[in-house]
């Protein structure tokens, strides 16, 4: 025999043993395609969830974008701030130097406290780099049953000014978390703070809000909860069932002190809170001329609904402002300006799947609404500021 004819004769042998076998042990060298589902399947299928990657076997044009097309103030970062949000610190000129490759002009950071740790911030970021760090202040909620705490916190926000804040940040703990001393929640319209949203817009700043937290937050953490290994991994983030108020009245409460200061401009961070349903969100934004919204870790929200985002975007153009809540590395940025600026289809969004297992559309922004949203807005916001006049 060949060498042809040999290899063809073992493949003949090989065949003609696995038929006759096939019939013992369909699995071992001859698979019969059957048309009916292996009964057997929910009982092999003991892959976990969290071991669970599959790769997406879709072939689509990619089109990185490291630099946005137009310079980005990033309105919602907490890098090297006064509380320690992102954890460690980085060197202030790696980050600068992350901001130049993407084109990012100016950071602000949210967390910034007050007195001696909003100075820290002042001197160490905003002062050696002129431009491209600002700075809120924020609340001392453990002052929050002294008589006189409007006063004192009026006067911290004045102070805070003064040191070169240039805005306030609101985290969720009001109205998820500060309690008084009865151990009762205080809402996020409690009239103690009317006196502060006041002197914002006084002063010509914009109070940033965060209220609320993911929709998913609010239901069972089960079967059918979208945010499952999210809430597995961090379960203090529900919110569901432990004596807290329901999402809705918290917006509710919200939107009402938005209402009752309309001299004062809010930010209402993450889409106002519910990206989940922007009909709600344009009704809001419709309703009161200062409401603006940022978009800060929800990308992924809104990337899944890149048609309905894209109409967002078109009708709010000018209220919208560009936010991460994102390390600021410039892969991130690249991950937000690529969902921004292309019409790519189906690519992780930024920390991917720690908000969900689903993946993202670009929108393909105009150029018109590009430069608003990546610094526009936030330019017109940060010019109101009327500095630190007593
Ligand atoms: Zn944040």
Excluded at 129 to 152: H, L, T
Excluded at 320 to 329: A, M, W, Y
């Amino acid at each position: 025999m060949t060498h042809k004819q040999t290899r063809q004769f073992r493949l003949l042998h090989f065949a003609a043993m696995c038929i006759a076998v096939a019939n013992f042990l369909p699995s071992a060298c001859a698979q019969e395609i059957q048309y009916k589902e292996d009964p057997n399947a929910d009982k092999r299928m003991t892959l976990r969830l969290k071991d669970w990657d599959p790769v997406p076997r879709v072939h689509l044009p990619v089109h990185e974008v490291s630099r946005a097309k137009f310079y980005v103030i990033d309105v919602h970062n907490h890098v090297d701030d006064a509380q320690g949000v992102n954890g460690e610190e980085v060197p202030p000129a790696e980050v600068v130097k992350g901001m130049d490759e993407a084109n990012v002009k100016t950071i602000v950071i949210l967390t910034g406290m007050w007195g001696d740790k909003l100075q820290r911030v002042v001197d160490k970021m905003v002062k050696p780099y002129p431009g491209r760090f600002m700075v809120f202040a924020q609340m001392d909620w453990s002052k929050i049953d002294d008589p006189n705490f409007s006063q004192e916190m009026v006067a911290q926000l004045d102070d805070a000014v003064e040191r070169g804040a240039r805005g306030l940040k609101i985290l969720k703990d009001w109205g998820l978390g500060v309690r008084d001393k009865n151990g009762k929640l205080v809402p996020i319209d409690d009239p103690r703070m009317d006196p502060v949203w006041e002197e914002c817009g006084r002063l010509g700043i914009p109070v940033a809000i965060h209220s609320t937290d993911p929709e998913a937050f609010f239901t069972p953490t089960d079967a059918k909860n979208e945010r499952y290994e999210e809430l597995m991994h961090n379960p203090t983030w529900s919110f569901y069932d432990h004596g807290f108020p329901d999402k809705q009245t918290l917006l509710e409460e919200r939107n009402h002190i938005v209402a009752k200061h309309p001299r004062t401009t809010f930010i209402a961070l993450h889409v106002a809170n519910w990206p989940e349903n922007l009909d709600a969100v344009s009704e809001w934004l419709r309703t009161y001329p200062n409401m603006y919204v940022e978009f800060g870790a929800r990308e992924a929200e809104l990337g899944r609904q890149p048609r309905r985002a894209r109409e967002f975007f078109t009708e709010f153009q000018d209220r919208i402002l560009f936010g991460t809540d994102s390390e600021p590395v410039p892969a991130m940025y690249a991950n937000y300006f690529r969902w921004l600026e292309t019409t790519d289809e189906y690519f992780p969004y930024w920390g991917y799947p720690g908000q969900g297992r689903w993946m993202i559309y670009g929108m393909g922004l105009p150029d018109s609404i590009l430069a608003k949203v990546y610094h526009g807005n936030a330019e017109k916001i940060f010019a109101g500021s009327k500095g630190a006049k007593r």
